[in-house]
């Protein structure tokens, strides 16, 4: 055998063009289903993981879907808000935990929360401290990193509605801490109080003092009048950050949802129930709308299956095709082979040989495509 791999061996290195075609057709049909097979599993992994580590979920009534993937993944701004109020209420069955995803930083997400966040998810920091003032932030480890970001450092959050005349203009916000790498979406985002949230929505405002230059008359005698367009402030300073306020009720302010961990399996179908007959209110469990979205992934790669059935036989067919016309081609060589004394099985052996070195060759390659692809996808469900 050693000189059946040593006479393929210099015959496909005389015919690369052959080899290479053949090598990146075979690579390619094993690269598909092996990416498509592990690939959906990884995905099912990390979906399934982020899930589960959140028993309950509370939001609007509605899509179910949209709810559990803003708040899980940050991955859109859902339609309709909660009241903050929600939270108490839903505290009486563990601990509840406000999410406000309703703004962006340089389009990462800026998710407005308490440090209980963190603590459930057990994210720790790599450097500073948590969030204690109105305008601090701290920084997951991914944005962290693509915008070289360290302690101290200020970001300016980003415009969400130009023609916004509740006063929602881009705020300079302090970043005090970063996070370590948790392999999940919160390491692609920025996590700040719930105020904050509502400071960059416009919700939360302060008023610059009254003087004759601000005044609408300032020729009245002793008593100066400004409208409150007019003397709001316009950024957020170390001088006027205990100023900020709100009128009303904090509790009527919106939130996006609220995560709810609670204390025993009795408390957690209790929750389940009676949000069940609340028509302000829904409590869904991620973990099944996650199972339903899978489903239909599911269904995708029983589809993708059979279609990649159908390109390996092709493959498959076209390999026959391209050795039997390779036979032929070399004809007259094998014919010389045999007269010069070649045995019986070493025409056979030869061939077997270059096929082999083929398989072996286009075996590795479509594993490093796909250890490659993997690779992308792992950066992807990181959004």
Known sequence: MRDAFFLALRYLSAAPG???VLITGIAVALFLPLFTILGTEKLEDALLQRAQD??????????????????????????????????????????????????TVSGSPLVATDLEYLRQRSLTLSEGRTPALLGEVVAGSAVAEAFQISPGDTIRSDLTNLYNLAGAYPALLTVVGLLEPSGSPDDSAFFADVKTGWLLEGRLHGHDAITEETALDPEAAGNL?????????????????????????????PVSAVLVFPRSIRRHDQLLGDYALRDDLQAVRPSMVI?????????????????????????????????????????????????????????????????????????????????????????????
């Open 54 to 103: 959140t028993p309950v979920l509370v939001g609007a009534p509605g899509n179910e879907f949209d709810l559990t993937l803003s708040a899980l993944y940050f991955s859109s701004r859902p339609r309709q808000t909660i009241p903050y109020a929600a939270r108490r209420d839903a505290g009486r069955y563990g601990v509840a935990v406000p999410l406000h995803v309703a703004s």
């Open 291 to 383: 199972d339903r979205i899978l489903g239909v992934v599911l269904q995708l790669r029983s589809g993708l299956s059979l279609y990649m059935a159908v390109v390996g036989g092709s493959t498959a067919a076209f390999l026959g095709l391209v050795v039997s016309l390779s036979m032929r081609l070399r004809r007259s060589e094998l014919t010389l082979m045999r007269r010069i004394g070649c045995s019986r099985w070493a025409i056979p052996s030869m061939i077997a040989a270059e096929l082999s070195v083929v398989l072996l060759v286009a075996v590795l390659l479509a594993v490093g495509l796909t250890a490659a692809a993997l690779l992308g996808l792992s950066a992807v469900l990181l959004p």
């Open 18 to 20: 052959q080899t290479t």
């Open 225 to 253: 009048e400004a409208t409150a367009a007019l003397l709001l402030f316009s950024e957020l300073t170390e001088e006027n950050r205990t100023q900020f306020h709100v009128h009303g009720d904090l509790d009527d302010l």
